[in-house]
Nanobody, 120 residues
Framework: QVQLVESGGGLVQAGGSLRLSCAAS????????MGWYRQAPGKQRELVAY???????NYGDPVKGRFSISMDNAKNTVYLQMNSLKPEDTAVYYC??????????????WGQGTQVTVSS
């Protein structure tokens, strides 16, 4: 069983910064990628950013240039540094892990989410 524990959400003023962390624990064969998604009220869940175990990154268009994702492979932890936050960044942020299973397929896991609220 794999568990994802998120931390770092909260309330911040527009223009401020927050850093989210997500630590994975449990029986993980190997990590393919970890990332963050977000969901605002009444909207679909969208990609924020992901990073592969090899260090390749991808960002959703709304956050390019403002957010930065990184991963500590030794700790199975992914970080999301969020700068120049805007009210439209307000959402529940979910951590995602994609595992390479021993059987040779991919399996993904989700955290419970952490609320980020940006006030104007």
């Amino acid at each position: 069983q794999v568990q994802l524990v998120e931390s770092g959400g909260g309330l911040v003023q527009a223009g401020g910064s927050l850093r989210l962390s997500c630590a994975a624990s449990g029986s993980i064969f190997s990590i393919n990628a970890m990332g963050w998604y977000r969901q605002a009220p009444g909207k679909q869940r969208e990609l924020v950013a992901y990073i592969t175990s090899g260090g390749n990154t991808n960002y959703g268009d709304p956050v390019k240039g403002r957010f930065s994702i990184s991963m500590d492979n030794a700790k199975n932890t992914v970080y999301l540094q969020m700068n120049s936050l805007k009210p439209e960044d307000t959402a529940v942020y979910y951590c995602n892990l994609i595992e390479n299973t021993s059987e040779g397929f991919l399996r993904d896991y989700w955290g419970q989410g952490t609320q980020v609220t940006v006030s104007s």
